[in-house]
C-alpha cells in the first residue's frame, strides 16, 4: 500500500540533501520538476549542488504545488532513521516528509510496474508468524484453539501465582506457580480447597472482607499472607476481578506474585529507621549526663534496650592496672560489679585486645566463655563493641540474651558499635567534667591552705600544713621539702612525709651527685618523670644518696621552691606506691602550691629569726638594766 508513497516521498525528500550550495530553486524550475513527476519520467532535478537549506526550500515549493496532483496533505513521515538509510543517501541524520491524499492505497490494491520513471519497492513493515499453529491455521476456529492452547501453556508456565475460586473462596484453578509456592506437589492437593485455608491466622478475620468486596465492586487488590505447606509465612500482592458474563456462577479470576522477599527489605528497612531513631535520642540522652557514675548506668541500659535485650554491663579500662573492670551492670546481678578482665580475657578482654567488636551466639560452647558468669547467668549469646576514643581504650560495651534468648546479628553489632563510639565521647566529656569540677575544689582548698600558711607559726608547724594540706589536696604517696643551707651547697629535709628514714639522713649535695634535685634547684626547673623507662641518667643520683629510699620513685615531680626570684630549696612529691601517671593539672597545681609554699617557708625563717633576735635584745637589755 506504499509503494506510491515511497516513491513520492523519495522524490520530494530524499534527493535534495545529496547536492551542495546551489541557490533555491525559482518557480519555473519547480514548475519544470513538477511536469515530469506528472508525466512519470526521469527530471534533471534541481541541480548537482543543492544544499540542505535549499533542499528544504525546494520542499516549501512543491509541497505547495503538489496537492493539485495528489490531493490534501495527511500525514508526515520521518525518514533515513536507520545508518544504512542514512549512508546510502549521504545524509547525516532523519529527515521528514509530507504524506498526501493519493500517496495512500488500500491494502491488496495491485499497482503497473511502471508505476514512475525509476519504480522501487521497499518494505515498511513485513509481520512473520513465528507460531506455526497460527500461520497454518485454515480457519479463525483453528487459530482460536491454537491460541488458547498457547494460553493455557502460558499460565502454566508462569512465575505469576494465577488461579480461580468461586464466590465462597473455593480453588477451582491453580497454576504450577501456585503449586510450587505453597509448597506443594500437585494441583489437585489445592483444588476444593477455601483459600482462607492458607490465610495466616492473625489475618484470617479479614477474609470475608475480601470475599465482600471483590463479589460487589467486580475486583480486589492487596497483600495476602498465606501458610506453605511447612508453616512459613509468604507475602503475595494479589490483583483479582469478577467474572459472570456468560456463566451459570460468578468465578472470581486471580493473578498474584510472591514478595516476601521485598516485605522483608521493607520491614528491615522500617525497623533499622526507627532503631537509628532511637539511637539519635540515646546519643543526645548520654552526651547530655555529667556524671559519670550514672551515665554509665544509663549506657548500659539503653544498650540493652536499643537491642531488644534486657542485660549488660559496661567494662572501664584501667591504664595503670591494664585491667578492664565491670563499672556499670544491668540485669546481671551485683557480683557482676568490679569484675577484672586483662586483654584477651572472655570476650571483654577480647574486643579490648583487638578494638573490634565480636558477637557470639553458642557461649556456652565459646573458648571466649567465662566459667564465672556461666555459673551464675543464664545468657546463651553476646555482642560487645570496644569504647575507643581517638584511638585511645576507654572499655568495652556488652550486651547479652539472659531473659530473651535472643540471637544477635551483624546489624546489632554494627547498631552498638555505633552507640558504643559515642558513649566513648560522653564517658570522656563525664571525666573531664569531673576533673574540672575536681580542679575546682581542688583550688578552693589550695586557697584556703594559702590563707591558713599565712599564719604566724614556727618554720616546723608551717612545714607540717604544708605537706599535710599537699597530700590531702593533690594526693601524692610521699612529699618531701628540702631547703638549702646558708653556703648553697647541700639541700637537706626540713620536712617530710610518707618516708621511712630519720629526717636528718634525707640530704643531697648541690652538684652533679645530687641528680634531678639538685638540678632542679641550680636551674629553677620543674623536672617530672611518669615512669616511661629508666630514670634519665643526668637525674641520677651518685652513691650513696642513690640508696636514700625517700627519693627512690619512678614516678615522681620536683618543683623549686623560688622566692623574689631566688631559689630556696624544692618540693618533691610522687606516687611511690600507687604508680599511678602524674596528671598535668595537677603538676600544675602542685607549683600553684609550692609558690605559696615557698613565701611561707621564708616567712617562717625571716619569723623565727627575728624572734630570736628579739630574745637575744631582751637578754642584753635584762644585763644592761643590772
Not at 547536492?19 to 534533471?44: E, G, H, I, M
Not at 544509663?298 to 536499643?306: E, F, G, K, N
Not at 576514643?389 to 544477635?408: A, C, K, P, S
Request: glycine share 8%; hydrophobic share 45%; charged share 25%.
Amino acid at each position: 500500500m506504499h509503494v506510491l508513497a515511497r516513491y513520492g516521498w523519495i522524490g520530494l525528500i530524499v534527493m535534495f540533501p545529496l547536492f551542495a550550495d546551489a541557490a533555491c530553486p525559482d518557480q519555473s524550475t519547480v514548475a519544470s520538476y513538477l511536469a515530469d513527476f506528472k508525466a512519470a519520467r526521469a527530471s534533471k532535478g534541481f541541480g548537482s549542488d543543492l544544499s540542505l537549506a535549499d533542499a528544504e526550500c525546494a520542499r516549501g515549493k512543491l509541497v505547495k504545488e503538489l496537492p493539485q496532483v495528489l490531493g490534501r496533505v495527511v500525514g508526515y513521515k520521518a525518514g533515513f532513521t536507520n545508518p544504512a538509510a542514512q549512508e546510502r543517501f549521504g545524509v547525516k541524520g532523519p529527515a521528514w516528509g509530507v504524506m498526501f491524499e493519493k500517496m495512500m492505497v488500500d491494502s491488496g490494491a495491485k499497482l503497473p510496474a511502471k508505476f514512475g520513471a525509476r519504480p522501487q519497492y521497499e518494505a515498511d513493515f513485513i509481520a512473520v508468524a513465528k507460531d506455526a499453529g497460527l500461520a497454518d491455521a485454515k480457519t479463525p476456529l483453528e487459530a482460536l484453539r491454537h491460541s488458547e492452547e498457547r494460553y493455557r501453556d502460558l499460565v502454566e508456565n508462569s512465575e505469576a501465582l494465577i488461579y480461580t475460586h468461586d464466590p465462597e473462596g473455593k480453588l477451582l484453578s491453580v497454576n504450577r506457580a501456585m503449586v510450587r509456592h505453597l509448597g506443594y506437589s500437585l494441583a489437585e492437593e489445592l483444588l476444593g480447597r477455601k483459600l482462607s485455608e492458607f490465610v495466616a491466622s492473625d489475618v484470617l478475620h479479614l477474609f470475608d472482607a475480601y470475599l465482600n468486596t471483590v463479589m460487589k465492586d467486580g475486583h480486589a487488590e492487596g497483600l495476602m499472607k498465606l501458610l506453605t505447606r511447612g508453616g512459613e509465612e509468604r507475602f503475595f500482592e494479589y490483583r483479582n476481578s469478577l467474572r459472570a458474563e456468560g456463566l451459570a456462577r460468578p468465578i472470581v479470576h486471580g493473578i498474584a506474585h510472591d514478595v516476601t522477599e521485598r516485605m522483608q527489605v521493607e520491614r528491615a528497612l522500617a525497623k533499622r529507621t526507627r532503631r537509628m531513631q532511637t539511637l539519635r535520642t540515646i546519643t543526645l540522652e548520654i552526651t547530655r549526663e555529667l556524671d559519670l557514675k550514672t551515665l554509665l548506668g544509663l549506657i548500659t541500659r539503653r544498650a540493652a534496650a536499643l537491642l531488644g535485650a534486657a542485660s549488660g554491663a559496661v567494662y572501664l579500662w584501667d591504664e595503670t592496672a591494664q585491667v578492664l573492670s565491670a563499672q556499670a551492670v544491668y540485669s546481671l546481678g551485683e557480683w557482676t560489679r568490679g569484675k577484672s578482665l586483662r586483654l584477651g580475657e572472655e570476650i571483654a578482654g577480647t574486643v579490648a585486645q583487638r578494638r573490634d567488636g565480636m558477637i557470639v551466639n553458642d557461649y556456652e560452647t565459646s573458648p571466649h566463655a567465662s566459667s564465672f558468669f556461666l555459673e551464675r547467668a543464664g545468657f546463651t549469646a553476646v555482642v560487645a563493641e570496644p569504647l575507643v576514643y581517638h584511638d585511645r581504650l576507654i572499655g568495652v560495651l556488652t550486651v547479652n540474651n539472659e531473659g530473651t534468648w535472643q540471637l544477635f546479628s551483624e546489624e546489632d553489632r554494627n547498631l552498638l558499635g555505633i552507640l558504643a563510639a559515642d558513649a566513648a565521647i560522653a564517658i570522656e566529656n563525664a571525666r573531664l567534667y569531673s576533673a574540672l569540677a575536681d580542679s575546682k575544689r581542688r583550688l578552693e582548698e589550695l586557697y584556703e591552705l594559702g590563707v591558713a600558711m599565712q599564719e604566724d607559726r614556727t618554720l616546723r608547724a608551717g612545714l607540717d600544713l604544708i605537706l599535710k594540706g599537699a597530700q590531702t589536696v593533690l594526693r601524692f604517696d610521699r612529699m618531701n621539702i628540702l631547703i638549702a643551707d646558708p653556703d648553697g651547697t647541700r639541700l637537706s629535709a626540713v620536712a617530710s612525709l610518707g618516708t621511712e628514714e630519720p629526717i636528718e639522713q634525707i640530704y643531697v649535695p648541690v652538684g652533679p651527685e645530687g641528680g634531678g634535685i639538685a638540678k632542679a634547684f641550680l636551674e629553677r626547673k620543674d623536672i617530672v618523670w611518669e615512669g616511661a623507662g629508666p630514670v634519665p641518667e643526668e637525674w641520677r643520683l651518685a652513691p650513696p644518696y642513690s640508696e636514700i629510699k625517700a627519693f627512690r620513685s619512678r614516678c615522681f615531680v620536683i618543683v623549686p621552691l623560688i622566692v623574689r626570684g631566688a631559689a630556696i630549696g624544692v618540693l618533691g612529691a610522687d606516687k611511690k606506691f600507687s604508680q599511678e601517671a602524674i596528671p598535668s593539672e595537677t603538676i600544675h597545681l602542685l607549683k600553684i602550691f609550692a609558690a605559696q609554699a615557698a613565701i611561707t617557708i621564708d616567712d617562717a625563717r625571716l619569723y623565727e629569726e627575728v624572734t630570736r633576735h628579739a630574745k637575744e635584745l631582751g637578754k642584753v637589755e635584762d644585763q644592761t638594766d643590772r
